[in-house]
Structures are given as C-alpha cells and as structure tokens.
C-alpha cells in the first residue's frame, strides 16, 4: 500500500520555511533590531565587563593594585629613558613634564587595552559564542567598558599626580568628563573593527601588539609633537597631532596640567575628538554587524 503524496512534495527550502514560518537560526537582524536587542542585554554587558576585571587580576597578591601600578611603572620606565636619558622633556620643566608622561600613558593604555581586549573578543569566547544567542556586538562593547571601569580607577592616581606637581583642581577638569566620553565611542568603535578582524584572522592577535606599539611611538606619548618635530616639515606634526590617539591625551593634559595651554593643541581640536568617535563607533558597530551571521562558525 503506497502513501498519499505529502502536501509538501515539489516545495522549494525556501517556501517550506515560508510556509511554515520558519527562519534561519543566527540570521542578522535589522539594524534597528539589532541595536534593540544589544540595549535589551545592557546589565549582560555590564555584569560581564565588571567580571571580567574582577577576574584579571584575581590571581595576583596584590589583586585589582596592578590596575594602577602597572601605568606607573611603564610611566617610570618611560620618565628614565625619554625624560633622563634621551631629554625628551625639552621646552617643559619637570612639574610639567613628569604629569605630560604620567596623562599620555594612562589615557594611551585606554585605546591600548581596548584594542587588544577587542581582537580577542570572538576568538576567545567561542565557546560562549557557540552556545548562547546573543547579539555578539555585547562582547567587544563589554570590553571596552571593563577598561573605561579599569582607567576610571586609575585617574585617582593620575590627579594625585597632577597635584603634587603643582596642577590643582580647577574648572578645566570638568573637561575630561567629555574626553573621556568622546575617547571612549572611538575605542568601542575600534573593539568592534578589531573584533570582526581578529574573528576572522585569529593570528591578528600576535601583530597587534608591535602595531600598538608603533602608534604609541608615534601619538606623542612621552614627548610633545609640536616641539620634538620642530625642524622637521610641518606636515609631519601636523598628521601625528590630528591622529586620535594624540587627540584624546592632549586634550586630557589640557583638562589637567596648569602648564599646558591651548597653544599646544591643534585646530579645532573639539571637533576632530568628536568626529573620531563619531565615525568609529557608528562604522564600527556597522561594520561589526554586517558579519553577526558568521560569527563562531567554521
């Protein structure tokens, strides 16, 4: 006895799908639905990101210190080889010079962190990935913020700083609550771009660190760019001051150091800081979620 024909005989994938309502498991949303469902997850994200510090320095004596001593100590390390030996302090005086190179790496090993955090953000959570559905975007943004949480920490340290070298509380501090905030966009920005890339790449991990270490040299962290570049051609100085990185620590030293003014800065300083954050973070999440679908197969 032969069975009847089912209904569905000569149905494509597609029309079965359609017409039992079904869809593709891990499909990309809409951007709209995908921004709904990451805001949907925000206490994820932040319970995640405070693990995550609590977790990084859970085996060590001395616990969450090193979130500020180890700043410190590459600043010391910076102070004796650029302000003692090779006298990159030139045209400040010490009271200004030790808080310059004590701002630039804090607000440096911001970007930094972010960045590293971010090329392992899917690479090294697969297994979480894999098993949970998510918006995968909740990794690197969570990132990011367990390093805003670690620097927020830090500044304690940078304005004790600040103080003994002669720079006192003032108005203009007010200011690094919007550097901080603009600085912040751009590195979750980049935490996304990097995330996608290190998802694909995973060997992306290894290079960044002498990529970061190339922009640091080169964002002006332990000299001024305008004074060190002086009797080079302009446009030398011109293209490191407009850099990001540069732009977000000359603005926090304008913020905090009495000694360094306006002169220092370069053009419509503001508005650069806002344009980074604002064209990383928006094609950065953009770009992140143009690839939500692969992330964790293969």
Request: glycine share 8%; proline share 5%; with cysteine.
């Amino acid at each position: 006895m032969t069975a009847p024909p089912s209904p569905d005989e000569g149905l494509t994938a597609a029309e079965l799908a359609a017409k039992y309502g079904l869809s593709v498991s891990g499909a990309r949303p809409s951007l709209v639905e995908y921004v709904r469902q990451l805001w949907d997850r925000r206490h994820f994200i932040l319970a995640f990101s405070r693990a995550k510090l609590t977790a990084q320095y859970s085996q060590a004596k001395l616990g969450q210190l090193w979130q500020v001593v180890t700043p410190l100590l590459n600043a010391a390390v910076y102070f004796f080889i650029f302000g003692v030996i090779l006298e990159a302090d030139r045209g400040m005086s010490r009271e200004v010079y030790i808080p310059f190179l004590v701002t630039g790496v804090f607000v440096f090993t911001f970007t930094q962190s972010s960045v590293m955090a971010g090329v392992r953000a899917i690479s090294g959570n697969l297994g979480l990935v894999r098993a949970l559905h998510f918006p995968r975007a909740s990794l690197p943004v969570s990132f990011s913020l367990q390093q805003l949480q670690q620097l927020l920490a830090s500044m304690i340290v940078l304005v004790a700083v600040t103080c003994v070298f002669g720079s006192y509380p003032d108005l203009s501090w007010l200011l690094m609550v919007p550097v901080l905030a603009l600085q912040f966009l751009f590195n979750t920005g980049l935490a996304l771009i990097m995330a996608r890339a290190g998802a694909k790449t995973p060997d992306l991990a290894q290079l960044m660190p002498f990529v970061m270490r190339t922009w640091m040299y080169a964002s002006g962290v332990m000299y001024s760019i305008p004074i060190m570049l002086a009797d080079k051609p302009q446009w030398i100085a011109d293209v490191l001051q407009w850099n990001p990185a540069a732009i977000y620590m000359d603005l926090m030293r304008f913020a905090l150091i009495d000694g360094y003014g306006s002169e220092n800065l370069p053009d419509h300083v503001w508005a650069a800081a806002g344009g980074w954050a604002l064209l990383f973070a928006l094609g950065g999440f953009v770009y992140f979620w143009k690839a939500e679908e692969r992330y964790g197969r293969g």
